[in-house]
């Protein structure tokens, strides 16, 4: 937004949809997806919420002109000059929820690193997050049911609501793209947890590898909140560890074998270290993060090179404005 407000990821992901499907047949149970399109319904629903709440005829100033859509009453937007997404004022924002640091560790408002997840800076904004959860997410959920998405979900946009606070102080964030990058994480390290049943392995990894790239590269430009982006997609990556173990091959062949029979464990000894490991991590670095997050630490102190992880100054633009 004009105001330096960040959004996470306005940029439309919606080459995620190309994912080729590299799984090896199998036996398992294919899930309905319902809690991804639930996500998807609330996150529109809680944008109109905010447009009403936001009523531009009544509260525009028309310092930066007039209101956008005005044939749509008080759902009419903010001029673009001040939001070029087609959506509310910062204020509006920040007083339903967005992430704002000094409200979060002065104001003990701990609520918005989760309630600026729901939240988005505008029309353009909702819309690309919603079609890549639809890509991304139903696909998950229908391969390993809705409690363990809807899991992954969650926590993502935690942690990357958290990871932003700690490198973004002056600014307030809105956006699900912490969420959604989360289960791109997921995804990758599904892919590796349960590299023997794919075919095509390489070319899948590639595929994932390059798509994931893309959508950081894309944080680099100004006013995207590319620390919400990685700490979801870090958490997502561990999660996806824990979460999304598949059997490997060989122990559903030998599950009916005779009962004196010797049945191949469910799992490869890789996985259970990479579950172990990921869930250590985890517990482990969002402990740390919390830690320094409410004693008002500035991750920035911490790594002087880090900003340039959201932001990188070009002729064309300035990240400090």
């Known amino acids: ?27 398992e149970k294919q899930w309905t997806s319902w809690i991804i399109p639930m996500f998807v319904v609330a996150n529109i629903a809680v944008f109109i919420v905010v447009m009403y709440v936001n009523d531009c005829p009544k509260k525009s100033l028309g310092i930066e002109g007039s209101c956008v859509a005005k044939f749509l009453g008080r759902f009419s937007f903010q001029p673009l000059k001040e939001n070029p997404l087609f959506g509310p004022s910062a204020a509006t924002l920040e007083k339903m929820g967005a992430l704002e640091w000094n409200k979060v560790v002065h104001g003990h408002q701990g609520w918005r690193l989760i309630t600026c997840m729901w939240l988005h800076a505008g029309v353009i904004h909702v819309l690309a997050n919603m079609l890549s959860l639809i890509f991304i997410g139903i696909r998950l959920e229908q391969q390993f049911g809705f409690v363990r998405v ?27 793209s912490g969420a959604l990058f989360g289960l791109l994480g997921a995804m990758l390290s599904e892919l590796l947890t349960n590299w023997t049943i794919y075919s095509n392995k390489i070319a899948a990894l590639l595929t994932l590898v390059v798509i994931i790239a893309i959508n950081l590269a894309v944080g680099i430009l100004p006013h995207v909140d590319n620390f919400a982006h990685i700490g979801g997609f870090v958490s997502g990556f561990l999660l996806g560890f824990v979460f999304l173990l598949r059997p490997q091959f060989g122990w559903a062949e030998n599950r009916h074998s005779p009962a004196d029979g010797r049945v191949k464990s469910k799992h490869k000894a890789y996985q259970y270290v990479f579950m172990l490991a990921a869930a250590v991590l985890l517990i482990v670095g969002f402990t740390l993060a919390l830690v320094m997050l409410f004693k008002g630490e500035n991750g920035n102190d911490h790594c002087s090179w880090c900003h340039y992880l959201s932001c990188v100054p070009t002729s064309k633009w300035n990240c400090r404005s």
Do not use: C, H, W
Request: charged share 10%; aromatic share 12%.
């Open 1 to 27: 937004m004009a105001s330096g407000d960040l959004e996470r990821g306005a940029k439309n992901r919606g080459n995620n949809a190309n994912f080729p499907s590299y799984y090896v047949e199998t036996a």
């Open 150 to 176: 809807g899991i992954i979900y969650l926590v993502s946009g935690f942690g990357g609501s958290i990871l932003s606070s700690l490198f973004i102080q002056q600014n307030i964030s809105v956006g699900a």
